[in-house]
C-alpha cells in the first residue's frame, strides 16, 4: 500500500533529524571558535560589546566575548540529550500511526509496556532482537530522566540499563552525562537503531 501522507512526514523528519542535530552543533561550535580567535588575546576579551542578533527587536544582545564563549562551548550535553528528546518524540508517534495500519488498533507507545506490545505482534516480532529491544528501552528511560529528572538517574535507568549492559557504574541521582564514556557516540548508536526501525516499519507498511 502506499505510505499515508502522515506517516511519510513523520519518517521524513526522523530520517532528517540527524542532519538538523548536527548542523546545530557545528554552528555552536563554529561560532564559538571565531569569537575565541578574534577576542581571547586582546583587551576586549572581558569587555561588554553587542553582537548582531537580527531576530531581536533591539538587533542585539550584549556579552563579554569570553563570557559568550563559555555558554555556546557548555551546550554539547544539551544538544544531544535534546535531539534523542525529538527523535523519540517523532518515533512514538510513528509506532501510534504504523499501529493503526498494522494492527487495526493504536498503541500509546509513550508507555514502555505498549511500545514493547508493538514490537510483539505477529506483522512485527522479526524487527527487533531482544538485544535491541533493551537498547531501546535504555534510550527511552535516558530520554525520560532528561525530561523529568534534569538529567538525574532514576530507578527506571538502573533497571533498564542493567537488563541492557549488566550492573551499571553510576547510581541512582548521578548526572546523565556521567553514564557512558562518550554521550554523543551513544545517542549516534541510538539514532542508527531508530532510523534501521524506522525504515523497517516503512517496509511492513508497504508490504500491506
Not at 530520517?15 to 554552528?27: C, F, I, Q, V
Not at 525530561?147 to 533498564?160: E, T
Request: glycine fraction near 4%; charge should be positive.
Amino acid at each position: 500500500m502506499d505510505i499515508p501522507n502522515k506517516i511519510k512526514y513523520i519518517i521524513e523528519r526522523i530520517l532528517k533529524s540527524e542532519d538538523r542535530w548536527k548542523a546545530l552543533y557545528m554552528a555552536t561550535w563554529g561560532w564559538s571558535y571565531q569569537i575565541k580567535a578574534q577576542f581571547e588575546k586582546t583587551e576586549f576579551w572581558e569587555k561588554t560589546k553587542s553582537f548582531g542578533l537580527p531576530a531581536s527587536k533591539n538587533k542585539q544582545h550584549f556579552y563579554k566575548p569570553k563570557e559568550l564563549y563559555s555558554i555556546l562551548t557548555s551546550r554539547d550535553g544539551e544538544f544531544t540529550i535534546g535531539h534523542l528528546q525529538t527523535l523519540f518524540s517523532l518515533f512514538e508517534e510513528l509506532l501510534n500511526e504504523a499501529s493503526k495500519i498494522l494492527f487495526n488498533f493504536e498503541l500509546d507507545t509513550s508507555k514502555w509496556k505498549n511500545m514493547k506490545k508493538f514490537f510483539n505482534q505477529d506483522d512485527t516480532k522479526d524487527i527487533l532482537t531482544k538485544k535491541d529491544i533493551n537498547e531501546l528501552k535504555l534510550a527511552k528511560e535516558t530520554r525520560n530522566c532528561f525530561i523529568h529528572n534534569g538529567s538525574k538517574i532514576d530507578k527506571r535507568w538502573l533497571d533498564a540499563y542493567r537488563d541492557a549492559r549488566g550492573v551499571p557504574t553510576v547510581s541512582m541521582g548521578s548526572e546523565l552525562q556521567k553514564s557512558f564514556s562518550n554521550i554523543f557516540h551513544q545517542i549516534e548508536n541510538w539514532h542508527g537503531l531508530i532510523v534501521n526501525i524506522t525504515k523497517k516499519i516503512e517496509g511492513k507498511i508497504i508490504q500491506k
